[in-house]
């Protein structure tokens, strides 16, 4: 079975700092990794995903992630924030071999001015 | 263009009562999946499929049931044996490693 440990239930950041959300999984399988981003009562958006080859994956709105196999984590990253990157933010996995995706508690980022 | 319908998206229900939770997608995605998302807690996987007639229980089935008679719609059943039925659920579907979320369905019991 596949878990996923988000760090921090929340973090605080000033606008245009730059920001790391914690991700550490734990499978006894080879894993596909993804990043989604979630607003206010809505759905899922995928912000990036490591399926093979380069560790370091970049996504939309300038954030990016690194998978580290030998420490299973799978941070995101983005160099300068903005207001609107404030909302909740879940790291997941899935198993090689199978389709369902394994979500952490989630990240709530919020932004000061 | 292709996407997940989910409806309602907000729905009330008096406790004791089954609720039925729909979710329609026309991107012909063989997996549809239901989870349920509570504060603090992130999305647990209630049920899946991958195929047209068959599912599989998830982590927290109990008290919800689901059918899957054709590709396109997967309805999700609150049924009154769930004892806090009080969420945010959240459908999707797949093919391959490409996953695609519906706006989701808040539902309250009152």
């Known amino acids: 079975a596949q878990s996923v440990t988000q760090l921090d239930s929340q973090v605080p950041v000033f606008e245009e700092a730059p920001v790391e959300l914690r991700c550490n999984y734990s499978?006894?399988?080879?894993?596909?990794l993804f990043w989604y981003v979630q607003y206010p009562n809505q759905g899922l958006q995928l912000l990036l995903k490591?399926?093979?080859?380069?560790?370091l994956v970049k996504g939309i709105n300038g954030f990016e992630a690194e998978f580290n196999k030998s420490q299973t984590s799978f941070h995101l990253r983005k160099p300068s924030v903005h207001i609107s990157d404030t909302a909740e933010y879940f790291c997941a996995v899935s198993a090689r071999g199978a389709q369902k995706l394994v979500f952490g508690q989630g990240t709530r980022l919020t932004i000061n001015p | 263009d292709g996407g997940i319908t989910q409806s309602p998206k907000y729905l009330f229900r008096k406790e004791g009562q089954n609720v039925t939770l729909s979710c329609e997608q026309n991107?012909?995605?063989?997996?549809m999946y239901w989870y349920r998302q509570d504060p603090g807690q992130g999305l647990r996987l209630i049920y899946y499929?991958?195929?047209?007639?068959?599912?599989q229980k998830g982590d927290i089935a109990e008290g919800y049931s689901v059918s899957r008679e054709k590709k396109e719609s997967f309805p999700l059943t609150v049924t009154s044996a769930q004892k806090n039925p009080t969420a945010f659920y959240l459908c999707?579907?797949?093919?391959?490693?490409?996953?695609?979320f519906g706006s989701g369905t808040r539902l309250t019991v009152v």
């Open positions: 499929s991958q195929i047209v007639n068959d599912f």
């Open positions: 999707a579907s797949s093919i391959e490693r490409g996953y695609t």
């Open positions: 991107l012909n995605h063989d997996a």
């Open positions: 490591y399926l093979s080859g380069s560790t």
């Open positions: 499978s006894s399988v080879s894993v596909y």
